[in-house]
């Protein structure tokens, strides 16, 4: 989720004639990495404390659960990751200015919100918002200017469609968890919509990125980048097929395939935006 559209980003402005700046790439792709790592390690050891990690879990193995670390073990790692994450964020700051900043402190704050604080966001419906914001569009936009020096409306489409993968994978975690959710006192967007309308959306978000490549194909008059909806339809489709026929443990494979399918979205429009 968070190397796709850093990919897709330098991806646009690469094939627009901008020259590659390989060390800004880099440390883009690695703070990228950092502030996602850093979320994950702060939710698992917030989920563990506030008591939603249970022994009925179906979701996969959590370290602060399964006692490979204890909760301050696991919360000084998540700060130690944030710490990296602001070290090369610095770099890009003084190579993007202010703008980047922006970008940058906004992401930590989501980053920490998403678990922290007495209302975080990963116990309410704005969870798919806030991931196709800040995987999607801050990320393949900062990208972008990073690489460019200057924004584009480009960069919006991608963006969407980027963060729209991306919070396919949010959905179906939370749809997987819905019994679990509601014992524990969580209303997020799959609860709201309830399975159907979650199976729905799913759908909706892997689909209508699709539209992308096509669109891209039909304004640039190459066809090349087209094929990215073309290798990646049967796989879409096919994860959209499980997702609806699976329950509890059996989705956490469709899961980690949608995370990969969102990866392989991203490389394969980078790469053809390139030739």
């Given at each position: ?5 850093v990919?897709v980003?330098?991806?646009?402005a690469?094939?627009?004639?901008v ?18 790592v ?12 506030r ?9 996969p ?16 790692a ?26 940058g ?7 920490w ?13 704005w969870g798919?918002?806030?991931v ?5 569009l ?7 200017y ?7 409306l480009?960069?919006?489409p991608?963006?969407?469609?980027m ?13 997987r ?13 799959a609860?709201v ?21 096509l ?6 008059g ?10 990646m ?15 509890g443990?059996?989705?956490n ?11 392989a ?11």
């Open positions: 989720m968070a190397v796709a559209p990919f980003g330098a991806g646009i690469w094939g627009e004639g020259a590659p700046r390989w060390l800004v790439f880099a440390l883009t792709l690695a703070c990228a990495v950092l502030i996602q850093g979320t994950n390690l702060l939710n698992d050891v917030s989920d563990f404390e008591g939603n990690d249970r022994a009925d879990r179906v979701g193995t959590r370290i602060t659960a399964a006692g490979w670390a204890t909760p301050s073990e696991v919360r000084t998540a700060l130690v990751v944030f710490g990296l994450a602001l070290l090369g964020g610095a770099v890009l700051v003084w190579q993007g200015g202010l703008a980047i900043l922006a970008v402190l906004l992401s930590l704050l989501f980053a919100g998403y678990s922290g604080g007495s209302s975080p966001v990963s116990h309410g419906p798919e918002v806030c196709l914001l800040f995987f999607g801050a990320a393949v936009g900062g990208t972008y990073l690489q460019a020096g200057a924004w584009s480009a960069t919006l991608a963006g969407l469609a963060g729209s993968m991306a919070s396919a994978v949010l959905l179906l975690n939370n749809y968890d819905l019994a679990a959710d509601a014992a524990a006192g969580r209303r997020t967007l609860a919509l309830g399975p159907a309308g979650a199976r729905w959306l799913y759908a909706m978000l892997l689909l209508l990125p699709l539209a992308l490549p669109w891209l194909a039909l304004r640039t190459s066809g090349l980048v087209a094929v990215t909806t073309l290798v339809a049967p796989l879409v489709l096919s994860l959209i097929v499980r997702m609806g026929r699976r329950q443990t059996a989705l494979p469709v899961l980690g395939q949608t995370a990969l399918s969102q990866l979205f991203g490389l394969l429009l980078a790469g053809t935006l390139l030739l």
